[in-house]
């Protein structure tokens, strides 16, 4: 069975710092997306990640797959109030449905 | 142009009942998958529909079933309700069925079982 796991589960800073989120597994995933959800709405895709090793940035966030494919990290340099979010990665499965992480809950202070 | 939109918001049901949510997809997109979200948990896929035929389907039991319409809109039907059915059901939409055309979610349907 193909999991993600996803940490830390939590995350409250304050705004203007850093922070990184991890997205694991000790499977191979052919590509893995981030997405961000608000409260009452549903995920908003972010990014999607292909090639091992590959990095994107969106403005603030950086996006990273691992060189094995088997995991991959976001970013945000000068987190801000309005990056709060649920923050979750789903990767392709083996049966070419999206295999979900539980998630990032992320809260920037101002 | 609207976004995925979903029927009704919330619902409340008990156990035992039978409930159906709606979804309308982006104009001109031809799939729509359906969605579990558990508080606390992410997405699970339920269901995807491609050209008003099933295109897969998660592991869910047979008391979940979904159909698509041929304006393109689709239902998902819960039967014999139980408290671990209460979730958040999110429906998407993508203009082809393939797993890298990006899914755009609805705001959701949240269901709850008492």
Redesign the interface.
């Known amino acids: 069975t193909q999991l ?1 796991e996803q940490s830390p589960q939590f995350l409250s800073i304050q705004e203007g710092e850093n922070l990184t989120v991890y997205c694991n597994s000790s499977s191979v995933f052919s ?1 893995l997306q981030w997405y961000r959800q608000e409260p ?6 972010l990014v ?1 990640v292909v090639t091992g090793g590959e990095v994107k940035k969106l403005k603030r966030l950086t996006f990273q797959f691992g060189d094995a494919r088997k995991d991959s990290s976001l970013h945000i340099t000068a987190a801000q109030p309005g990056d709060t979010g649920l923050y ?1 990665c ?1 990767g ?1 499965g083996s ?4 295999i ?4 990032t809950k992320l809260i920037i202070k101002p | 142009d609207a976004g ?1 939109t979903q029927s009704p918001t919330h619902l409340i049901k008990t156990r035992g009942q039978q409930v159906t949510l709606r979804c309308s997809p982006i104009s001109g997109h031809k799939s729509v998958s359906w969605y579990q979200q558990v508080l ?6 339920i269901f ?1 529909y491609y050209e008003k035929e099933e295109r ?1 389907r ?1 592991n869910f039991p047979d008391r979940f079933s979904a159909r698509q319409f041929p304006n393109y809109s689709s239902e998902l039907n819960v039967n014999a309700l139980l408290l671990g059915d209460s979730a958040l059901y ?3 939409s993508s203009v082809l069925a393939g ?2 055309d ?2 755009y ?4 349907t949240r269901l709850t079982v008492l």
């Open positions: 993600l590509s009452g709405e549903g995920p908003v895709l999607t979750l789903a392709v049966n070419y449905q999206l979900w992480g539980a998630g | 995925v606390g948990q992410g997405p699970q896929f995807q897969g998660g999110l429906c998407a797993i890298t990006t899914q979610f609805g705001p959701g």
